[in-house]
T-cell receptor
Framework: NAGVMQNPRHLVRRRGQEARLRCSPMKGHSHVYWYRQLPEEGLKFMVYLQKENIIDESGMPKERFSAEFPKEGPSILRIQQVVRGDSAAYFC???????????FGDGTRLSIL | DAKTTQPNSMESNEEEPVHLPCNHSTISGTDYIHWYRQLPSQGPEYVIHGLTSNVNNRMASLAIAEDRKSSTLILHRATLRDAAVYYCILRRAGSYQLTFGKGTKLSVIP
């Protein structure tokens, strides 16, 4: 049973570049959540998606960040024109249903030079 | 949102039981108590959750106080692999957001 798969595990970008983070949920899971963990802090909710729909993006910064979960393929978290403050670990989780436990991937560690 | 309070850190000897406390004095009747743990360089791992009754699974037990203002995660025999940060999280029925605090960093001594 494959768990939640995130790639890449580590991503280095220069300021102004774009970062694309991918997440494949567990088999049978159609609910995907993205969280961000800044150094020395707890995880913070960013966005909740179901197939082809954004359900709640209240935790996403209003600019430069977007997320999608297409009918086919992984969920993508996209950060345009990255800045140093975007350096963090980004975690994806998936669940079978909205109230079921969330299962997390091992994250993508984004470093901005 | 109701808040949880956990000790910053705890230590345990290997192969001994560990009791990790969590206070949540402002819990509401529809808040579930969830526990996750995060090993170094990994994502959080679901451990257990409950509402009112004590719960057991293959990983741990969850003991919930009768007034629900506190709970305890019990690891029956700590192993080195259990060294992690443990998060106690309240999740309202119908809510999907998990709010992670600082958690308790558990160290296991061989």
């Amino acid at each position: 049973n494959a768990g939640v798969m995130q790639n890449p595990r580590h991503l280095v970008r220069r300021r102004g570049q774009e970062a694309r983070l991918r997440c494949s949920p567990m088999k049978g899971h159609s609910h995907v959540y993205w969280y961000r963990q800044l150094p020395e802090e707890g995880l913070k909710f960013m966005v909740y998606l179901q197939k082809e729909n954004i359900i709640d993006e209240s935790g996403m910064p209003k600019e430069r960040f977007s997320a999608e979960f297409p009918k086919e393929g992984p969920s993508i978290l996209r950060i345009q024109q990255v800045v140093r403050g975007d350096s963090a670990a980004y975690f994806c989780a998936s669940s079978q249903g909205e109230e079921q436990p969330q299962h997390f991937g091992d994250g993508t560690r984004l470093s901005i030079l | 949102d109701a808040k949880t309070t956990q000790p910053n850190s705890m230590e345990s000897n290997e192969e001994e039981p560990v009791h990790l406390p969590c206070n949540h004095s402002t819990i509401s009747g529809t808040d579930y108590i969830h526990w996750y743990r995060q090993l170094p360089s990994q994502g959080p791992e679901y451990v257990i959750h409950g509402l009112t009754s004590n719960v057991n699974n293959r990983m741990a037990s969850l003991a919930i106080a009768e007034d629900r203002k506190s709970s305890t995660l019990i690891l029956h025999r700590a192993t080195l692999r259990d060294a992690a940060v443990y998060y106690c999280i309240l999740r309202r029925a119908g809510s999907y957001q998990l709010t992670f605090g600082k958690g308790t960093k558990l160290s296991v001594i061989p």
